[in-house]
């Protein structure tokens, strides 16, 4: 994908995602989940709700948009539908990332929309619905925080906070986090030394 379309679908996409934020986040904190579900991606129970079915239709006929301005054939993936369009570009989105985050009005929700060809991230667009903060990253454009270009901080692992969310009443998911945290352990073990 050349630089002049990749620069339409990356706006494309931020609106998308500022869209969606907005329509959201009147019910932040004050919806409960329609169901329980397994996610067959990674096995663990989730909670879903209605929203997360609404704010990916949405982003699918935004998104849509797109591949009818420009010819290509886009194909669209999203967590509640699975895969609606098949092709090797294809929008890839989680409507409500941190679903039960949203839904006890934790600050921890986004929406997250990706653009993949062949197997390539050729941008990634990340709306945090609670602090209405839009971040962006591009192929070779650099990653972006409400238009401020972002850096990697030169604080090494020893200082560095490391966490990861996990429930951990399931034995499995107990048994990684062990694993992580003695890994992360001794990292920093090996980084002090």
Known sequence: MNDELLT??????KQAAQETGR???????????????DKASDSIAGVFTELDEE???LLQERLGQFGKETGLEIGFTGEQYGERRAGSVFWLVDPIDGTTH????LPMCTVMIALVEKGEVLLAV???IANQQM?????????FRDGDK?????????ESLVCFEAKLE????????????????????????
């Open 55 to 57: 704010a990916e239709k």
């Open 8 to 13: 339409k679908a990356l706006e494309l996409a």
């Open 135 to 143: 971040y962006w990253a591009a192929r070779g454009q650099g990653a």
């Open 126 to 128: 990340i709306y945090d």
């Open 150 to 158: 972002l850096t990697a901080s030169r604080r090494g692992l020893k």
């Open 23 to 37: 329509m959201l986040l009147p019910h932040y904190g004050n919806i409960k989940a329609k169901a329980e579900s």
């Open 102 to 105: 949203f839904i006890r009005g």
């Open 170 to 193: 399931k034995a499995e998911n107990l048994e990684k986090y062990m694993r992580v945290r003695q890994h992360t352990v001794t990292m920093v073990g090996l980084c002090s030394g």
